[in-house]
């Protein structure tokens, strides 16, 4: 079986990398299954959710996944042509806002790299291109406190657990796109 094409897309905030993502998920398929991560705790991430759907086309099928995010994006890939996970960072998010996420850190980066395998696994199966939107947030100042300090950590392993399996990796910055994979090193 081939290998299905991942492609990872990074940035700041409101570097528009979704904007990038969902223009180049557009242009692989009309038929795109859209994989929201995000939920509206407060009225601020209400207006970013609204902001995100009213630029998407009306034809796409929206799945909402603040929790088991990968038997979501396999159902999700079966039922459309290309997959938009939007985003990673929030995936992390709701991994650490389970009940049974461990409270020791490295606990925590073994509960979140498994749920990333099992995400990559179905994005990996998947019959049709998955782009993953994340965001890159180690490059500010360390955070002040222990939990935040852990999900930069986390989202950082998770960033570089998905890039590592991307065909394509793209960072976003001031609305550019610069192709990572194709000025990395050689590995």
């Known amino acids: 079986m081939d290998v299905a094409e991942i492609i990872l897309v990074t940035g700041g905030a409101r570097s528009g990398k979704s ?12 038929q795109v299954g859209y994989i929201a991560t995000a939920q509206a705790w407060d009225e601020e991430m209400r207006l970013r959710i609204e902001i995100h759907q009213q ?5 796409w099928q929206t799945y909402e996944a603040p929790r088991q995010a990968a038997s979501v994006l396999t159902k999700a890939a079966f039922e459309t042509k290309a997959i938009l996970f939007d985003c990673l960072t929030m995936f992390v998010t709701n ?11 490295e ?3 073994r ?17 049709c291109p998955v782009v993953f939107v994340t965001n890159e947030v180690g490059l500010g100042i360390v955070p002040d406190n222990a939990m935040s300090r852990a999900f930069r950590d986390y989202a950082g392993w998770v960033n570089q657990q998905v890039a590592s399996q991307a065909q394509q990796v793209f960072l976003v910055v001031s609305g550019l796109a610069v192709d990572v994979r194709r000025l990395a090193e050689a590995e």
């Open 107 to 109: 606990d925590g980066q």
């Open 111 to 127: 509960y979140i790299a498994k749920e990333t395998e099992a995400l990559l696994r179905a994005a990996q199966q998947a019959p």
């Open 19 to 30: 904007a990038f993502a969902e223009r180049r998920v557009a242009a692989m398929a009309e």
């Open 95 to 105: 991994c650490m806002c389970q009940k049974d996420f461990p409270l020791d850190p």
């Open 55 to 59: 630029r998407r086309p009306a034809g």
